[in-house]
């Protein structure tokens, strides 16, 4: 993983993020996840939004992609979360405008120490910037940084911050050469 100087451990999650928790999945389950693929995009922001996250114009959140904790999430402008995408928001997901994350696709922001047999929670954050696409499939580690305008290849397995302007693919993740855009 990234850097372990930038993980928080976490001693027991309280009882107040617990029921917030649970009245979201109610809220999802028969609010947000039922709603059109193709339409109600504003519905299913406004849920999120209800819920603290921060969502920008013109943003596609999926109805089957599920958000772990909405007070988690900041998304820019024009930004989508395509099928089943699954952002387990235990800390911060940060994704810019612009940015597209495909189907089946895992943003994981929390896991568990290996330094102790205890194996207590820790969480990092994603950061995601502007211009981005994370193909289908892939999995972001906690405490990743993904740079301006990269791309991710399907079924990726981020453990390292991408640079900017890369197109990276593998397991795990590496930069295969520099993004070129034509005009």
């Known amino acids: 993983m990234s850097n372990f100087d930038q993980y928080k451990y976490v001693d027991t999650i309280p ?92 943003l994981c922001t929390g896991s568990h120490a290996i330094d102790t047999l205890l194996r207590p929670l820790i969480t990092a954050p994603i950061v995601i910037h502007n211009h981005v696409w994370i193909a289908a499939e892939c999995f972001v580690h906690p405490g990743i940084t993904i740079g301006e305008g990269s791309v991710v290849g399907a079924r990726s397995v981020v453990i390292k911050d991408i640079p900017e302007w890369t197109i990276c693919t593998g397991h795990p993740c590496k930069p295969l050469r520099k993004r070129e855009l034509s005009m």
């Open 15 to 106: 009882k107040s993020i617990k029921l917030k928790r649970a009245i979201w999945n109610i809220v999802w389950l028969f609010a947000f996840r039922p709603t059109p693929r193709w339409a109600l995009h504003g519905w299913r922001r406004s849920l999120l939004r209800m819920f603290g996250a921060k969502i920008g114009k013109g943003s596609k959140i999926s109805p089957s992609c599920f958000v772990w904790a909405p007070w988690n999430l900041e998304m820019g402008d024009y930004s989508a979360l395509g099928d089943n995408v699954d952002c387990y928001t235990m800390n911060k997901i940060i994704i810019g405008s612009k940015v597209a994350v495909s189907q089946r696709s895992f």
